[in-house]
């Protein structure tokens, strides 16, 4: 089942801010993640905040249901702008997910946004992006979501062939994933992700590259592409536990990502994150990098965690409770954190240097700067960028960004 909530103080009942949080937002973009945790099947390795109607069934009567969902996540957008107060930002970035969005009819997702465009008004080069299975949408219901002002869309793909598909529980059919690609380009969507995984247990290198092949044979702008994760308490780690699947490999990892890397820069794809890929700077995914270079965002959906202006908060996590709280007029939020200085030069550094432009040296405490010169004789940082006051990890410092990060955090 998914992972637990994070520890930290109470959420006010009215979910209002410090009145520092606000300070020099308009300095800051705001966007909006709209969690909707519906799912028809789970698959064997998430642990996402989603549910099947069968983990639902009798958890949460109606206050759970999909046909009220989207009444319910309206509730939340007005709570957020009544918390938000006379913030004059207009929103520059929605991203819906889950759980799979597209479970929903697409005249939900699209009220969903009109209640944001209402309430705070949308950037006129706002980027909307939905997720979706490739087996819950048609070209009726993408062309009904790009005439409701979604201009982005992201098809979970993970894998060209059956049998990794199995293995990952996916129920979608090798070929769909591309063919959705080419239904959103007719319904007009300019841009398009495909999501990939690599390292399944299973999986050949054979298999990864004729993934690889089918993604950009399909012509999106975007890919993403994550190395399995084993998470506790999913069906797949019970899976290996039990034998019956080996063990992903950190080293098989390692040679997937070099190949998906030296494969997608040869079709034309810039790396801009350890993970994703875009052809251009337009098709990059505009919402993530809020994430990644700390801005202000509501996550608004049971389990969603928002941060604005250095105070973090997370909704609680089961579709019930959450859709109680707002019906009895209290924020759903279970909890926040208020970010130190110390915390926000953390995770700046934790974010930024997986990005293409990397992290600034000034960032560094002395025992990090020590570190950053070490990973620069390692080969682990460029040259050039670093000369100029910048760490920006070279590709073998991709393959070991995690250690690289700890080392600099210090």
Same mark, same amino acid.
């Given at each position: 089942m998914p992972s637990a909530l994070p520890d930290g103080e109470p959420m006010p009942e009215d979910g209002s801010l410090p009145s520092h949080a606000l300070a020099g937002a308009g300095e800051r973009p705001l966007g909006f993640y709209l969690h909707v945790p519906? *799912?028809?099947?789970? *698959?064997?390795? *998430?642990?996402?905040?989603?549910?099947?109607?069968?983990?639902? &069934?009798?958890?949460?009567?109606?206050?759970?249901? &999909?046909? $009220?969902?989207?009444?319910? %996540?309206?509730?939340?957008?007005?709570?957020?702008?009544?918390?938000?107060?006379?913030?004059? &930002?207009?929103?520059?970035?929605?991203?819906?997910?889950?759980?799979?969005?597209?479970?929903?009819?697409a005249a939900d997702l699209v009220r969903m946004l009109a209640?944001?465009?209402?309430?705070?008004?949308? @950037?006129?080069?706002?980027?909307?992006?939905?997720?979706?299975? +490739?087996?819950?949408?048609d070209p009726r219901y993408l062309a009904e979501l790009r005439a409701g002002g979604? $201009?982005?869309?992201?098809?979970?793909?993970q894998s060209a062939?059956?049998?990794v598909l199995k293995v990952l529980d996916r129920t979608h059919t090798p070929g769909r994933p591309e063919a959705c690609v080419a #239904?959103?380009?007719?319904?007009?969507?300019?841009?398009?992700?495909?999501?990939?995984?690599?390292?399944?247990?299973?999986?050949?290198?054979?298999?990864?590259?004729?993934? %690889?092949? @089918?993604?950009?044979?399909?012509?999106?702008?975007?890919?993403?592409?994550?190395?399995?994760i084993v998470e506790e308490g999913t069906q797949l780690a019970r899976r290996i536990r039990r034998g019956e699947v080996p063990m992903t490999d950190d080293d098989v990892h390692a040679d997937r990502y070099l190949i998906a890397d030296s494969v997608m820069a040869e079709a034309g794809y810039s790396w801009y994150e350890v993970s994703n890929w875009a052809t251009s700077e337009a098709g990059r995914c505009l919402h993530n990098e809020l994430y990644w270079r700390g801005a202000d965002w509501w996550g608004a959906?049971?389990? @969603?965690?928002?941060?604005?202006?250095?105070?973090?908060?997370?909704?609680?996590?089961? +579709?019930?409770?959450?859709?109680?709280? %707002?019906? #009895?007029?209290?924020? +759903?939020?279970?909890? &926040?954190?208020?970010?130190s200085e110390e915390d926000r030069r953390v995770e700046r550094i934790l974010l930024e240097l997986r990005l293409v432009d990397g992290v600034p040296l000034s960032l560094l405490a002395p025992a990090g700067l020590a570190a950053s010169r070490k990973a620069l004789a390692d080969g682990l940082l460029e040259p050039g960028p670093y000369e100029g006051g910048r760490a920006v990890l070279t590709l073998r410092g991709r393959l070991l960004a995690d250690a690289v990060v700890r080392d600099l955090v210090d």
């Open positions: 519906y *799912c028809a099947t789970r *698959c064997g390795y *998430c642990d996402f905040n989603t549910y099947t109607a069968t983990e639902l &069934r009798g958890t949460g009567g109606v206050l759970a249901s &999909r046909e $009220n969902y989207a009444d319910t %996540l309206i509730d939340e957008v007005r709570l957020a702008r009544k918390v938000l107060g006379d913030d004059p &930002r207009q929103v520059r970035t929605v991203f819906v997910g889950g759980g799979t969005p597209t479970l929903l009819p209640a944001i465009r209402d309430e705070f008004g949308l @950037a006129e080069d706002a980027e909307i992006t939905t997720e979706a299975n +490739p087996e819950s949408v979604f $201009n982005r869309v992201s098809f979970g793909m062939k059956q049998h #239904e959103a380009r007719a319904a007009g969507f300019e841009h398009v992700n495909l999501d990939l995984i690599y390292g399944t247990p299973g999986e050949s290198d054979e298999d990864w590259r004729a993934t %690889l092949s @089918a993604a950009l044979g399909a012509g999106p702008d975007h890919i993403s592409a994550y190395a399995l959906g049971p389990g @969603a965690h928002s941060h604005v202006g250095g105070v973090r908060w997370w909704n609680v996590k089961h +579709p019930g409770a959450y859709a109680a709280a %707002l019906a #009895e007029g209290r924020s +759903p939020g279970a909890g &926040r954190e208020l970010l």
